[in-house]
């Protein structure tokens, strides 16, 4: 598993522990001191407490729609978990195959042993796999 860079930590933060509770702060501080510059610029009170809801909203429809894109083309961290999940529970599957079993498998799904090396990755993960003990 490939470790995380700083940037991806940093963006992860956004999505865990209190993530979601910072982010509102932060915006509900960046609102406020948005509308008193819009009232420092000569806007009154009502049409700045207008504009910073305005603002307010566009900034929470571009998130929203952010996170539907995410959940639509599965990118979630649940989505990749369980795909992470699901891929080490089928190589621990292939790895109490035999080679014979593993190349019948492959024939009757139309896989071929080439798909099966790019799939699994390296040649030690493909030799793992036909090690099965007798």
């Known amino acids: 598993e490939a470790e995380m860079s700083d940037f991806d930590k940093f963006l992860d933060r956004w999505n865990t522990r209190g993530g979601v509770l910072l982010g509102c702060t932060l915006l509900a501080v960046f609102l406020a001191m948005f509308k008193m510059g819009v009232e420092a610029a000569g806007v009154d ?16 429809m571009v998130y929203t729609s952010q996170y539907l894109n995410r959940v639509a083309t599965k990118s979630t ?17 292939m790895k109490e195959l035999d080679e014979e079993e593993i190349k019948a498998l492959c024939a009757e799904v139309g896989v071929s042993m080439e798909e099966l090396d790019e799939t699994v990755g ?10 099965k003990e007798k």
């Open 45 to 60: 009170e009502l049409s700045a407490g207008n504009w910073s809801s305005f603002v307010g909203f566009v900034i929470l």
């Open 77 to 93: 961290t649940y989505a990749e978990q369980l795909r992470m999940y699901e891929r080490e529970v089928m190589m621990q599957r």
């Open 122 to 131: 390296s040649d030690a993960a493909l030799k793992e796999l036909t090690t």
